[in-house]
Each structure stands twice: as structure tokens, then as C-alpha cells.
């Protein structure tokens, strides 16, 4: 799989899986926009790590959220680059509660970024990809946005609404030859797992089949394999990187 001067956005590319999904598009030729929220720091050494392995690579700031920020990522992405290839949205929050104790803007919060900023950011890229009559669209779900999860109403309805996000948008899009997959993973060791308690991961290793939580590069791997020539006659699905949890 090589993406030689391919222009690949990946959102919330400062840490975790985004981080490592640019990397690992920066290790295999391509030019990668690296975008984050407030984390300057860290999409800067993202950046560095991509550029002392010998890629191409860029530190965008913006929040998906917002729709014009979106806009302006993707803007500057056609100026520098002329064309967008493949989109990654990757960039998600938890804000986690039983329904009875989640605030009202928790939930928009959790809804605003994970889905809203998903389809905030297809919409800018999309006319490009469809004038190229190419591009490869990745959404990044979640294990619980298909099978759901107490604690987790705001989340799982983000990621179950990405799955239905994609699955439309394959739909519309097939004509022209760009693609929309999601990849689902289980529990990826990341900063955003690392909060939950002992009790809760142990939980969690009990339901997976491969005995081990997942890592970052799990996950990456599976996303490089969605955006190559060899995942050329796939679109609509939702994979799943989960060791077998389900
Ligand atoms: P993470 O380590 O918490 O990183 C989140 C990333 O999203 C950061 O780069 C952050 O940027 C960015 N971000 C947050 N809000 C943003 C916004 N409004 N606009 C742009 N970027 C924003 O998370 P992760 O574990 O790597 O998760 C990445 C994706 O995988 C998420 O969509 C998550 O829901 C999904 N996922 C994760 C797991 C897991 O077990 N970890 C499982 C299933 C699905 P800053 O650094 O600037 O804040």
C-alpha cells in the first residue's frame, strides 16, 4: 500500500489512533494535514515525527465542530495541495453519564463534535472528491455506536449516527468513485481509555477473544487498507477492529 503524493485530512491527528493514522500515511508517501482542536503541542511533534521519517506533513488548526472551521481547514488543504484524496474523521470526545445525571449540553457537546463535525467535514470535502470523480472517506465509530452502552448515550448515539452517516453517503457518492467505509474499533489503548478504572478495563479484556486491548496501529492499519487501490470495490461498510469482542 503506498500513497505517493496523495493528500490525506486527518482530524484529531495530534494524539491517539488520528496521530497514528498519519503517521502512518506520512511513512508511506503521502502528504498528511494534520488537524487538531487546542493541542498545538502535540500536532506539532505529530508533524515532526512525520517530517524526520522523511513524509510531508502539515499542523491545521480547527475545530470540526464548527462549520466554518471545518470550511477553512478543507480551503486551505485545496490551496496548498489542489486536491483532497482521502478524509479521515477521526476526531471524538466522551463526555460520559447516565442519562438522569447528563446535561443537556453534554449531550450537544458530544453530538457537535463527533457527528456534526463528521458531516461538517464531508460536506466542505466532498465537491472536490466528486469533481475528481475520486476520494476515499473514513469515519471513525466506535464497537458501542453498534451494540451500545450504559453510561455512554451521548457517544454511542455520535457513533451509531456516523454508521448511518456513511452507509448514505456511500450511496450518493458511488457514482463518482469515492468511497465511504467506517471502521468501528473495540477499546483502543489511547488517552481516552485511560481514564476508566482498572475494574472497567479488566471488564473489558474478559469480552476479547484476542486477549489483549487493541493499540492505535490496529486501527491505522485497517484505515490504510480502506483508502488503497486494493480497497478499490468496498463502500458503505462498517468494519470492525475489535479483537472479537463482538
Ligand atoms: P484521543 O486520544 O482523546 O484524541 C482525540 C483527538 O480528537 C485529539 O487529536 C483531539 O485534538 C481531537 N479533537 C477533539 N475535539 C476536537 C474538535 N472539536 N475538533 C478537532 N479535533 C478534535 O482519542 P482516541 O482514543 O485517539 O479516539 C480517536 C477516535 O476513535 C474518536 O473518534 C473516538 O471516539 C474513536 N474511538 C476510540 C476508541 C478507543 O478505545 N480509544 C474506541 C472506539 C472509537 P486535541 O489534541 O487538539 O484536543
Redesign the pocket.
Known amino acids: 500500500m503506498q500513497f505517493k503524493g496523495k493528500t490525506v485530512i486527518v482530524?484529531?491527528?495530534?494524539?491517539?489512533?488520528?496521530?497514528a493514522i498519519a503517521i502512518a500515511f506520512g511513512n508511506k508517501g503521502a502528504q498528511v494535514v494534520v488537524?487538531?482542536?487546542?493541542?498545538h503541542e502535540?500536532?506539532h511533534q505529530t508533524v515532526k515525527q512525520i517530517e524526520d521519517s522523511g513524509g510531508k506533513a502539515i499542523a491545521i488548526k480547527?475545530?470540526?465542530?464548527a462549520f466554518d472551521q471545518a470550511k477553512f481547514l478543507v480551503d486551505q488543504t485545496i490551496k496548498l495541495y489542489g486536491r483532497i484524496d482521502i478524509l479521515i474523521n477521526?476526531?471524538?470526545?466522551?463526555k460520559d453519564q447516565l442519562i438522569l445525571r447528563m446535561t443537556e449540553h453534554d449531550f450537544d457537546a458530544v453530538i457537535n463534535?463527533?457527528l456534526k463535525?463528521t458531516w461538517n467535514m464531508i460536506k466542505h470535502s466532498s465537491r472536490t472528491m466528486l469533481k475528481q470523480k475520486s476520494g476515499r472517506i473514513i469515519n471513525?465509530?466506535?464497537?458501542?455506536g453498534i451494540v451500545g452502552n450504559p453510561g455512554q448515550s451521548n457517544?454511542v448515539a455520535s457513533?451509531a449516527g456516523i454508521i448511518g452517516l456513511t452507509k448514505s453517503l456511500a450511496k450518493e457518492f458511488g457514482k463518482k468513485q469515492v468511497t465511504v467505509n467506517a471502521v468501528?474499533?473495540?477499546?483502543?489503548?489511547?488517552?481516552?481509555?485511560e481514564q476508566l478504572p482498572d475494574t472497567v478495563k479488566e471488564a473489558y479484556l474478559e469480552q476479547i477473544p484476542l486477549a489483549r486491548l487493541?493499540q492505535?496501529m490496529d486501527?491505522a492499519n485497517t484505515v490504510l487498507f480502506l483508502a488503497s487501490e486494493e480497497a478499490n470495490y468496498i463502500t458503505g461498510q462498517i468494519i470492525s477492529v475489535n479483537g472479537g469482542m463482538i
Open positions: 482530524t484529531g491527528a495530534s494524539r491517539g489512533i488520528g496521530q488537524n487538531y482542536n487546542s493541542n502535540a500536532a480547527a475545530d470540526v465542530s477521526n476526531s471524538g470526545i466522551t463534535v463527533n463535525g471513525i465509530s466506535s464497537v458501542v457517544y457513533k468501528a474499533p473495540g477499546f483502543i489503548e489511547t488517552e481516552m481509555t487493541g492505535s486501527v
